[in-house]
């Protein structure tokens, strides 16, 4: 997370109220940095590929999946014109 983004800790006192201060759940992390990197609109990079290996993951381990099946493809997008026409 880039120096300007880091705010100055607060004792723990946000993680009181839930219990978190000796046992953090790594999805506090994961929206703590959303948080304070993006107002929590979206994912940032630590995150966004924790999430992403955990739904790729199981994925990649399928004998039956796409990603074994067909290892080459690549998603496409159809541009907005197509679409509407």
Avoid: C
Wanted: hydrophobic share 35%; no cysteine; glycine share 10%.
């Amino acid at each position: 997370m880039p120096a300007a983004d880091r705010r100055p800790g607060n004792g723990g006192t946000e993680l009181q109220p839930n219990g978190f201060q000796s046992s953090t759940p790594l999805w506090y992390y994961v929206r703590k940095e959303a948080e304070l990197v993006a107002d929590g609109v979206h994912l940032r990079p630590v995150g966004g590929r924790i999430v992403a290996e955990v739904l790729i993951g199981p994925l990649e381990s399928d004998p039956a999946s796409y990603l074994v099946q067909k290892p080459k493809w690549t998603p496409t997008l159809t541009s907005a014109e197509r679409r509407s026409g």
